[in-house]
C-alpha cells in the first residue's frame, strides 16, 4: 500500500525507490535533450536571504547557516521532527559527499536524536550531526548517556526556544490560539557533569565556530550543543580534568578566536 492516490488520482503514477526513479528519469532526459552547458554559480542564494538580528538571540536560521558552514566534507546531517526541521532544510547548503536526512511522512519526535547513534555505528568514518529542538531532546536526550557508555562520537545541536513551535504554529493557524506547548527545560547540569567531565560553554556567537569538528579532533567523544538565549553552549565527554581550570582556560581561548 502506499500514499499514491490517496488524496486525488494522478496522472502518472510510479512506486520507486528515489534514488533508482531519479537516475532513470535524468537519463531519459538526458537522450530527449541532449547536452547540456555546465552552469557556474557565482554565489550562494541562502546566505544573501535577509535574516533579522535579534540582540542577544541567535536566529535559527543563523544556526542553521552556521552548521552547514562548519559540517565536514562527508559528514552526515540528521534533522528531527520540529521547526528546526524547515529552518534547516531552508537554510544548509550541502556540498557534495555531505547527506542530510528528515524524519520522513509521519514526523516521529525524537527518532534522531537516538537513531544517530546507530547512523554512526554504521558509518564510524564520518561525522554524524544532529539538529533537534529542546522537546525532542528533551525526550530522548538521555541517550547521550549511552553514546558516551560506548563511546560513539555524535554531536547534537539543539535549536532551545523552551516551547513545541511546530505544535504551537499550528494550532495558532487553526485556533487563533494555543494552550500547552509551552515549557521549561530542566537543568541539564548534572546529566552533563556525570557525561562530561569537562564542559565548555560559549557565551557569544562567534565563538561557536569550531563547534562541528570531525571526530579525530574532538577526541572521539559525543558532545551536546545547546543553543541558548545569549548564545552557544556546547558539552564534550572527555577524560577528567579540573573543571575550573579546563573550564576558564577554554574560555579564554575561545574569547581570544573573536
Not at 487553526?174 to 530542566?186: A, R
Amino acid at each position: 500500500m502506499t500514499e499514491i492516490g490517496k488524496r486525488y488520482a494522478p496522472d502518472h503514477a510510479l512506486v520507486s525507490d528515489a534514488r533508482l526513479a531519479v537516475e532513470a528519469v535524468t537519463e531519459a532526459l538526458e537522450q530527449r535533450i541532449g547536452a547540456v552547458e555546465p552552469v557556474f554559480v557565482d554565489g550562494q542564494e541562502y546566505e544573501a536571504r535577509r535574516i533579522p538580528h535579534f540582540p542577544g538571540k541567535i536566529h535559527p536560521g543563523r544556526l542553521a547557516q552556521a552548521i552547514g558552514r562548519m559540517l565536514p566534507d562527508d559528514a552526515i546531517l540528521l534533522s528531527d521532527a520540529g521547526a528546526h526541521l524547515a529552518w534547516l532544510g531552508y537554510y544548509v547548503e550541502l556540498e557534495k559527499g555531505q547527506n542530510f536526512r528528515k524524519t520522513g511522512a509521519f514526523g516521529p519526535m525524537s527518532a534522531h536524536v537516538n537513531g544517530s547513534i546507530g547512523v554512526k555505528l554504521a558509518d564510524p568514518d564520518r561525522t554524524v550531526v544532529v539538529g533537534c529542538g529542546d522537546g525532542c531532546y528533551s525526550m530522548a536526550g538521555f541517550e547521550l548517556m549511552t553514546a558516551v557508555q560506548n563511546d560513539v562520537p555524535v554531536i547534537w545541536v539543539i535549536f532551545n526556544d523552551d516551547e513545541y513551535k511546530l505544535v504551537k504554529v499550528y494550532q495558532l493557524a487553526t485556533y487563533g490560539e494555543s494552550g500547552l506547548v509551552e515549557f521549561q527545560n530542566p537543568d541539564s547540569r548534572p546529566t552533563r557533569r556525570h557525561a562530561a567531565p569537562t564542559a565548555t560553554a560559549w557565551r557569544r556567537w562567534r565563538s561557536s565556530k569550531t563547534c562541528l569538528r570531525p571526530p579525530s579532533r574532538q577526541g572521539g567523544r559525543p558532545s551536546s550543543t545547546r543553543r541558548s538565549h545569549g548564545g552557544l553552549s556546547r558539552t564534550t565527554a572527555r577524560r577528567p580534568r579540573e573543571p575550573s581550570t579546563a573550564s576558564g582556560r577554554r574560555s579564554r581561548s575561545a574569547s581570544e578566536r573573536l
